[in-house]
């Protein structure tokens, strides 16, 4: 019953719909996600107002959700005041840093069915796993919209060009508390640490627990982030 604790009995994802796009509404339907989750009632508005987040909460929280709902959301607004054929864009919007590549084919197999009404609006790339020559071509051929990737993949591609965040919008790192001691540490130094990543950005941590690994990506990642804590069975 814990995940019942966790979800918001107050709201429906139908009471978000001054806020997010009919086309994600329908595909959450689709899902079977009737109520948001509690990270996920408190994680979007913040997001979508702009805000930083450090989100800790339990493994089974709902926590994918949390963070692929608003990037979505927020690629669908900045695509909907562009021209129609606006094809200016050749950076990713949204970089999704996981520890490993099975959480990599998870969250995009998640996005895949949140994008489902809007495939042609926003192109997702797993590039965590597969041979390089052939997603750098992938990469450069495709501009996609959401890259998902672990840390040592994504410096690879940014190293060779194939990959492009100067003008990414939000920057996700999930598992925050594993994706450290996954032998990243340096990559992920390397990426924050070049001259890869914009001035301004938007950036989410995700995290089961708070470990000093977290604290550590907060400095690097998170400028005066709003922190959700929720405890178990809080609600
Ligand atoms: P976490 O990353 O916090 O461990 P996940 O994002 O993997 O959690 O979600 C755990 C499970 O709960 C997944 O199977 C997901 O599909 C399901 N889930 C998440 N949010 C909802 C929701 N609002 N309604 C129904 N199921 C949900
Ligand atoms: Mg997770």
Do not use: W
């Not at 796009?21 to 339907?29: F, N, V």
């Not at 050749?90 to 996005?111: K, W």
């Amino acid at each position: 019953m814990a995940e019942a604790r966790l979800v918001d009995q107050k709201s429906t994802f139908s009471s978000f719909s001054h806020l997010l796009d009919a086309r994600i509404l329908r595909a959450l339907a689709d899902m079977g996600f009737a109520r948001p989750t509690l990270v996920q009632s408190k994680a979007i508005p913040l997001a979508l107002e702009g805000r930083d987040i450090l989100a800790r909460a339990r493994t089974g929280s709902g926590k994918t959700a949390a963070y692929c709902i608003p990037v979505v959301q927020k690629i669908l607004s900045a695509k909907a005041s562009l021209p129609p054929d606006d094809d200016a864009h050749t950076s990713a919007r949204v970089l999704i840093l996981v520890p490993t590549r099975e959480l990599s084919e998870q969250v995009t197999a998640y996005l895949r069915g949140l994008v489902a009404y809007c495939e042609k609006n926003i192109v997702l790339a797993n590039v965590a796993s597969g041979a390089t020559s052939h997603l750098q071509r992938a990469l450069l051929a495709d501009k996609p919209d959401i890259v998902i990737s672990t840390p040592s993949r994504t410096l690879g591609f940014l190293q060779s060009k194939a990959l492009s965040l100067a003008s990414l919008d939000s920057l996700i790192i999930d598992e925050a508390d594993l994706i450290l001691s996954y032998g990243h540490d340096e990559d992920i130094r390397q990426i924050f640490g070049g001259e890869y990543l914009p001035k301004v950005y938007q950036s989410f941590l995700m995290s089961a627990t708070m470990t000093d690994d977290v604290e550590t990506l907060k400095g690097l990642a998170l400028r005066n982030p709003a922190i959700l804590k929720l405890e178990e069975g809080e609600d």
